[in-house]
């Protein structure tokens, strides 16, 4: 079974910016497209941003020129900069499998507060 492990959320002001880590425990990590979610507090996980295995990107509206996702299959790692962060975009933040598996990591909480 893959294994995800976010990491690198915290308390931030808006305005401010984030870099959140994921790293993945496979081998085939570099065959895997991939994808950040999210889930604010009384909603349901949405995807933020996704990658293929060829690094091609696509974002959610709602991020879209404030957040780049990338990746290092040399590192079996993927990351979240963040930067113009909202109120808004305070949920916990989820890495995954794109389209996701139906298990999930721990998550990372990102707040944004002033």
């Known amino acids: 079974q893959v294994r995800f492990v976010e990491s690198g959320g915290g308390l931030v002001q808006p305005g401010g910016s984030l870099r959140l880590s994921c790293e993945v425990s496979s081998m085939i990590f570099s065959n895997l497209h991939m994808g950040w979610y999210r889930q604010a507090p009384g909603k349901q996980r949405e995807l933020v941003a996704r990658?293929?295995?060829?690094?091609?990107?696509n974002y959610a509206d709602s991020v879209k020129g404030r957040f780049t996702i990338s990746r290092d299959n040399a590192k079996n790692t993927m990351y979240l900069q963040m930067n113009s962060l909202k109120l808004e975009d305070t949920a916990v933040y989820y890495c995954?499998?794109?389209?996701?598996?139906?298990?999930w990591g721990q998550g990372t909480q990102v707040t944004v507060s002033s």
């Open positions: 995954n499998n794109f389209p996701s598996f139906d298990y």
């Open positions: 990658i293929t295995r060829g690094g091609s990107t």
